[in-house]
């Protein structure tokens, strides 16, 4: 029996379902309402793009009265569901998800749908953060060192970020506020955090322990190698995206206006190289110019920032010949791409009685779907960064949310799906997210043509630097360990087999069988950054080098990925963005 198809269906029924709610609109009155933009229309900045960064920024730069923004986002408002955090894994392949696809490499990824990685990301306000999953974690303070070296900016150095990190947040849980690492947090900020709630990860903290891990309260204080239950980007039972926190608190500015359903096709430049205003594409197919009296600033996130730049002009010479584009600035736009990839480990593990998905009380869809650690760990004895993190799940039997979680979320195929439904038959499996912190392979993304609406190439560049496949078999095969840890053994816990083909015939306790493994079940963590990053392409204040009155600020702008979830790093990147276009004004 084909099990997959249970959970397809699950899934259907699910996005069945949002298709009704999104009829009652209720997200928009928290919303700021839709701007009517004329033709010629002149503000003093455009963001475009109103996702995660493009909220943030949105929110600070019209904390100043004197100015007024027009934020242009090719989204709606997210729908109700998206709010709800233990919907999380019916969410991609909706109306609201770019759904990108990636280049078949006949190489990585070959164990997921079509033998290549969809790229999720969310076309809405609040972009990726009303679909991503919700996980905390800044990273470790080498990550901001080489952001700062990379911007030959000291500016951008741990110490001198934590303030904007601070700033951000608003964390709730008194355990970590109590706790040697409260410091670290801030209790004001838009985005309100919480801890996840659980409380049954006791034996597996337990046994990372037994592996070497230290226990931490948190991991976003001064030390991140450990083994922690994560904080969450939820609070009262809803999903914090950056258009719940950032763009509802500036809802009523008379100085923001909102254009809904309309993207940005081009940025328009005077013969000086001043950027001066925008082509604009609207839901009702009108093309439009809309024109910036200080600034635009890009915010379309890693795939659609590159690409807007590319058609107006800025990018690799002899790239844009190929397209007939005019160069305004030769800049190495799209060649730097990075992703945290990865693949996913499961164990059988016992039947825990009180995490049923029949239960009353479990799934609890306002919380995060299942009880949850991440742990951080180095094969370097002395190490003070992490080599590689692990997000482990505990899905109860039975799971409903399994079968999404791997058919929608990760979109492996079948066969791997049936082996993870099968073995979760009257027993928890712990879901394990592994990757490796910082990949050397990089990817790219190139034009496939001049037209806006279309999607660019996005070539990934997993396993590009064969180094990266070398460790994940070694980092792998130690996680193997897990295994032999006393809780696991007294619960007969068994490593679910996928069967992968060149794998089969291998030692499981061997190297050769995890790097097979590594390569087989490679898939995205979904932290896609890089595209336009400080330094090659950005000046440190983040302005594209070559031209004026334009930067950038999402995740194409990060120099490298963070040593843990992407979104704090984007965060803490549009809160410095905003007091640097504020230093300007
Ligand atoms: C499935 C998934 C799970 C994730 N899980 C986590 C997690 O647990 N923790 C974590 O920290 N991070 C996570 N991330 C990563 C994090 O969400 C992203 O790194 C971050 O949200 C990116 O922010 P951004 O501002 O760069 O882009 P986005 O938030 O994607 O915003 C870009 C916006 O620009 C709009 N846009 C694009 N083109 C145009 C145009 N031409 N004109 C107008 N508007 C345009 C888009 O519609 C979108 O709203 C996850 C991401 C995904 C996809």
Redesign the pocket.
Known sequence: MDLSTIGQGFVGGAQGLFGLLSILNLTSPKLPSAASVEDGAIFDYII?????????VANRLTEEKDINVLL????EDPEIETTVPGFMTF??NTPY??NFPTVNDNFSAQNLKGNAVR???????????????????RGNRRDYQRWATAANDSSWDYDSLLPYFIKSEQVKSPEILNSETGSYHGTEGYVNMTKEPHKVNKDILDAFVEMGYEYLVDVNGNKTLGVAEPLF?IDDGVRQS?AECHLSAAKDRSNLFVYKG????KILFDDDKNAIGVE?FTKDSKTMTIKARKEIIL???????P??LMLSGIGPKTHLNEFNIDVISDLPVGETFQDHFGVVVAHKLNKSPILTSLSPSFPDFKQFPAPTTVGFKSLEPDATYPDFQT?NLRMPHNSIGLPSLCSN?FKYKNSICNEMIRSNIGRDLLFSVFFIMQPYSRGKVELRNTD?MDYPSIYTGYFSNTTDLDNLGSYLLHFSALANTTYFKSVDAELVDFNLEDCNDLDRNSYDYWRCYGLKMSST?????STCPMGPVLDSKLNVRGVKKLRV????GLPSVNS????????VF?EKAADLIKEDM
């Open positions: 475009v793009g109103g996702g995660t960064a493009g909220s943030i242009i986002e090719a989204g969410l991609p998800d770019y790229m999720t990301a969310g076309k809405a306000l609040g972009g990726s953060s009303v679909l991503h999953h919700m996980i905390q974690v980007v950056m309309t993207t940005v096709t604009i915010a379309a996130g890693v795939i659609r920032t690409q807007v997000i979320v806006p963590i979904w932290h896609p950054a600020v999402d995740a194409s843990g979830q992407l979104m704090a790093a984007v965060m549009a």
